[in-house]
């Protein structure tokens, strides 16, 4: 592909200063509590190094938390990249009702996460939930499931209703991808005798690798910041056990812990950089070997 | 050159997601203390202006509070009062019950400070810097119409910051009176009493007692804590660190009490995700014969959705496992707080002791059931609970010592540590060790010498 220069290098310095004022110093100056006594009672502020470090580890919450964000995050990952993929493929038959297809799948992206965790608060409820009820309608005993009363079933909730939340994305980005592959390429491959399979494999996955590969990057990245579908549908709970990094950071700051919920951001934020630097290298070697 | 390219843009992806992620957490801000006039000697200037203050320009005062709080009928009936009586407007800033606390500590932290404030106060309100951030009205005149056994709730450091606008309760166990007499059960004097009174009811198929596990804060186990530290060289011991959590044999007691109620099914079959909103419906018809709560709950909560109910009800002592014959808690008032570094001091002064002029407090709370707060209370009527065991209430009632003396208590945090211990999460010793290493942190940060 040829990019053509449109414009002199210059033109980054101001977007560069915005980014320097307005991100970059307060993001150092904000991580630099991370070294500091930092909460509401003390008045004066000082370092401390990486006493907050040492003591965060020393934490149970830190190690379940780092868990359940994991597979938070890959789980989302594979279900939405491969959801996002099977709908669009479907789609892109050229229903009748494609353009209510398409609104209906991506509706639930446009819901708050309120709006998100209720529904699913609702649909797992416990006593009148419709999953309960539905399961002791096909004769399912002991159907009174308390899907957010424990870690495992609570987590699955959680992941179900942030896939449904987010599919929405991964088949519109999917979608164009496969609609931007010319017909013939597709044509000539069944002429000679290719398989739908075969088509699929060969022409139609690498044609939209890259869209897949930016599904994927924001499945992990939104899946690894996962917070307000657990805030709101299990608080963290019962105890601690559903805790993701961002609700543990929120936790630290309700115990007054202020510097050690900056220390926890700062962990946060160099995992997030390293799988965002990973992906990158190496989903650029995957589109290259398609 | 390309791989120079390559590694600009990698650099500036990486910056990108940490800004992002930087953003979530706030910075410090150092707020000055100065003000121009002894705050003090300010309202104790505008007590007598109280209600007649409304020749100035109208403003509009930020109340920052929780979310249960501002349902209160005599909360909504003076903020209607002062806005008809003075023409200021009020802007209700409610926060979410669970997590209120961590917001209005955030919203402090970052310099975000309402006109008005209200909280619990104690030992808890250090961590919105009471001496820097509020009014001070140790000298205002309504300081001496509260009522002895609330004033020492209000104050903070021997000064008294906060307004006790509110009712005052006493917490224990409600229970269906109905229930109680069908099975032929009597209210328990005793932990085994009140056990087999349990059983029975489990018996007969009711849960004994519907507790709200998945909001953490109503298993209040602050209702056993309090008799532990009644002892001030006890609680000297604590607040000193020479004494914890795990070398009270009670608080052990207490701990297991909960364990014991999870497994034997007396919180039901199914409790950890019962809500406090579910709590009506289970008390209302008669799923569930008890509850952790206070004598006004029956009134202002049950009533409201099964009108006359609390006439079935009465209040026992709240028996937790840490004393035999179970306790009573004393009255937990909420107070209000004027910021001194607003700008609206002047009308947020007024409004307080607007709301502690006798003739208002009287109209608020008029035929409230509650135990009077201010001495000028007198149209107020005590609960018909309260009515039904006021002898034992006499005799069983302790002062909430937990909440406001014990540094580091929390009711939140703690509570999770027992909720993992009933789930079987964690043992009852390593809940102890938990909470101990939680409060201890707290003091720590709050620079409390011999932590």
Known sequence: MHLKKIYPTYFMIIPLIVFTIFFLIPSTIGYLYAFTDWNPYVEKIKFVGFENFVEIFQNRSLTTAFINTVVIAVVKTVFVTVIGVGIALLLNRGFRTNKMLRTVYFMPAIFSALIVGLIFSGLFDTQNGVINQVLGAIGVKDAQIEWLGSRWPALTVVNAAEIWRSAGYGVVITLAALQAIPADYLEAAKMDGANGWQRFRHIILPMIMPAVNVNILFSLIYGLKMFDLILILTGGGPGHETESFGTLILSEMSRDRYSQSVSINLIFSIMLVIVAILFQKYSKKWEAKE | ?451
């Open chain 2, 1 to 451: 050159m390309m791989k120079l390219k390559k590694m600009g843009y990698t650099v500036i992806c990486a910056l990108l997601v940490a800004s992002t992620m930087a953003g979530c957490t706030s910075s410090a801000k150092s707020t000055t203390a100065d003000t121009t006039k002894a705050a003090g000697t300010a309202a104790q200037e505008q007590t007598t202006a109280a209600a007649a203050t409304a020749s100035k320009e109208p403003v509009t005062l930020t109340i920052l509070a929780n979310q249960d709080w501002v349902t209160k009928p005599y909360m909504k009936a003076i903020w209607q009062l002062y806005e008809d009586k003075t023409g200021n407007k009020l802007d209700i800033q409610a926060v979410p019950i669970d997590s209120g606390e961590t917001i209005m500590k955030t919203k402090f932290a970052t310099g975000e400070i309402p006109d008005i404030f209200m909280h619990f106060g104690g030992s808890g309100l250090a961590a919105y810097q009471p001496e820097k951030n509020f009014v001070d009205f140790s000298d205002a005149a309504w300081v001496a119409d509260v009522q002895d056994y609330v004033l020492p709730q209000a104050s903070f450091n021997d000064k008294v910051y906060g307004l006790p606008f509110w009712e005052a309760s006493i917490s224990g166990i409600i229970y269906n009176t109905e229930i109680f007499e069908s099975l032929g059960l009597k209210m328990p004097t005793t932990q085994a009493e009140f056990m087999t009174a349990c059983e029975t009811i489990k018996a007969a198929g009711i849960t004994p007692m519907y507790l709200a596990v998945k909001d953490t804060w109503p298993l209040l186990y602050q209702f056993g804590v309090d008799n532990m530290f009644l002892d001030s060289a006890v609680l000297g011991k604590l607040n000193s660190n020479t004494l914890k959590y795990a070398d009270i044999p009670e608080f052990k007691t207490m701990i297991q009490w909960y364990k014991d109620m999870a497994d034997n099914g007396y919180f039901g079959e199914k409790f950890a995700t019962n809500t406090w909103d579910g709590a009506p419906a289970a008390l209302g018809e008669g799923k569930a014969a008890m509850m952790l709560a206070w004598d006004s709950y029956a009134n202002s909560d049950l009533d409201t959705k099964y009108p006359g109910i609390s006439e079935k009800f009465s209040i026992m002592p709240a028996f937790v496992g840490a004393v035999d014959g179970g306790s009573y808690e004393g009255p937990n008032v909420c107070l209000t707080f004027a910021n001194k570094n607003g700008k609206n001091v002047d009308a947020a002064i007024e409004y307080i002791n607007f709301m502690a002029d006798p003739a208002n407090y009287n109209e608020a709370f008029k035929d409230y059931g509650t135990t009077p707060v201010f001495k000028g209370q007198n149209t107020i009527k005590t609960t018909a609970l309260y009515n039904s065991a006021a002898e034992v209430i006499a005799e069983k009632t302790v002062a909430s010592t937990a909440w406001p003396s014990v540094i580091g208590f929390t009711q939140v945090e703690g509570a999770k540590y027992i909720q993992e211990c009933m789930l079987g999460i964690s043992s009852v010793d390593e809940c102890i060790a938990a909470m101990d290493n939680d409060r201890m942190q707290i003091a720590k940060a709050q620079q409390t010498p011999g932590f």
